[in-house]
């Protein structure tokens, strides 16, 4: 049965940083391409990061770039999102998704599985 667990979100002061995990089971991890998305109360859920199946290729939205960074440990079966200089429109719940679609895409409806989310809570 293919899973998604999320974990390492927390409570953060404005500046710091976290380092979210998303450990995956149950399929070819080294073969998906991977993707983190958020979603804050009262938002639609909204496209972070994504990465290539390999690891190669990276992805980004405008409003997180140069400062998140996402990576692959195919080893591990672990996808990573380092998240540094969080603000508090940083707050949301991050979700880590998996596509079967053999490339990276930066839109919801593109992922096929998803894992149950970690808060995220920036304060100012």
């Known amino acids: 049965q293919l899973q998604l667990v999320e974990s390492g979100g927390g409570l953060v002061q404005a500046g710091g940083s976290l380092r979210l995990s998303c450990a995956a089971s149950g399929f070819t991890f080294s073969r998906y391409p991977m993707g983190w998305f958020r979603q804050a109360p009262g938002k639609e859920r909204e496209f972070v990061a994504a990465?290539?199946?390999?690891?190669?290729?990276?992805y980004y939205a405008d409003s997180v770039k140069g400062r998140f960074t996402i990576s692959k440990d195919n080893a591990k079966n672990t996808v990573y999102l380092q998240m540094n200089s969080l603000k508090p429109e940083d707050t949301a719940v991050y979700y880590c998704?998996?596509?079967?679609?053999?490339?990276?895409?930066?839109?919801?409806?593109?992922?096929?599985?998803w894992g149950q989310g970690t808060q995220v809570t920036v304060s100012s």
């Open positions: 990465i290539s199946w390999r690891g190669a290729n990276t």
């Open positions: 998704a998996a596509t079967e679609r053999g490339l990276v895409v930066v839109t919801s409806q593109g992922y096929d599985y």
